[in-house]
């Protein structure tokens, strides 16, 4: 009797582990890994290592894709650093570049954050502040890893919103107009060798130029009296 029990045991252990067996999927290699789980991951990863690489970027930022969403959102997690971008954005992504900035922008957020309990707070109780701080760290992020600035503002002219009103907290984000201006104002000081760049001849580009025709050409004129009066005073 007890050799039929023992026997009995040996079966159903024997049958456990035959049923919890692990399923070994074959053909993957590091070849075509990427094509089999997704190449925007690829692409993502990619960028934004190239990215903190780069600037030297002292900090740890996960970066992720949610490729179950179809959001049209980017968002960096300032409790945990760690930065996402979903699917639906991809929709709106014309080359490496424009992912360049929605990544440089969350990756600027995610450093900001590294500040401690007082910056986190400060980050959620004026997000406006912190949202224009890090569209222009994202500037000099891009051009410090290789990557156009003009970027920038194609992309942000394609998913900035343009609220009614942009006070108070019944909207996070500053009027897309407003980024707008302040990046290529940042640009046209810091950067003016890209204002040729072939992304100036984009039409988003172009649309910015014309619903921004007034401010651009306002900003311009004031550049260039500073630039004269500079020269007048011998600081050139």
């Given amino acids: ?27 993957v290699n590091f070849s075509n890994f990427w094509r089999k789980k997704g190449i925007d991951e690829e692409k993502v990863l990619k960028v934004g290592q190239k990215i903190m690489i780069d600037n030297k970027i002292p900090k740890r930022v ?18 945990d650093k760690t930065v996402t971008i979903y699917a639906g954005m991809f929709l709106y ?8 900035y929605v990544l440089s922008h969350e990756i600027a957020h995610s450093v900001e954050a590294y500040g401690g309990m007082i910056k986190y707070m400060a980050m959620n109780a004026n997000s406006k502040k912190y949202e224009q701080k890090a569209d222009l760290n994202a500037i000099d992020y891009m051009v410090k890893s290789g990557y156009d600035p003009i970027a920038a503002i194609t992309m942000g002219n394609k998913i900035f919103g343009e609220p009614v009103w942009d006070w108070g907290c019944t909207y996070l984000h500053p009027k897309g107009s407003k980024r707008l201006i302040d990046m290529y104002k940042y640009i046209y000081v810091k950067y003016p060798q890209y204002l040729n760049s072939p992304l100036t001849r984009t039409a988003s ?15 311009q004129q004031k550049q260039k009296k500073r630039k004269l009066k500079q020269q007048e005073n011998g600081d050139l």
């Fill in 93 to 100: 992504i014309d080359n490496d570049d424009e992912l360049a």
């Fill in 62 to 79: 996960p970066i992720f894709v949610n490729s179950s969403s179809k959001t049209v959102n980017a968002n960096s997690n300032l409790y």
């Fill in 1 to 27: 009797m007890k050799k039929i029990l023992i026997l009995l045991g040996i079966l159903l252990i024997g049958g456990c582990s035959f049923a919890d067996e692990i399923t070994v999927i074959h053909g």
């Fill in 205 to 219: 580009y172009k649309n910015f130029e014309y619903s921004m025709r007034k401010d651009i050409l306002e900003f």
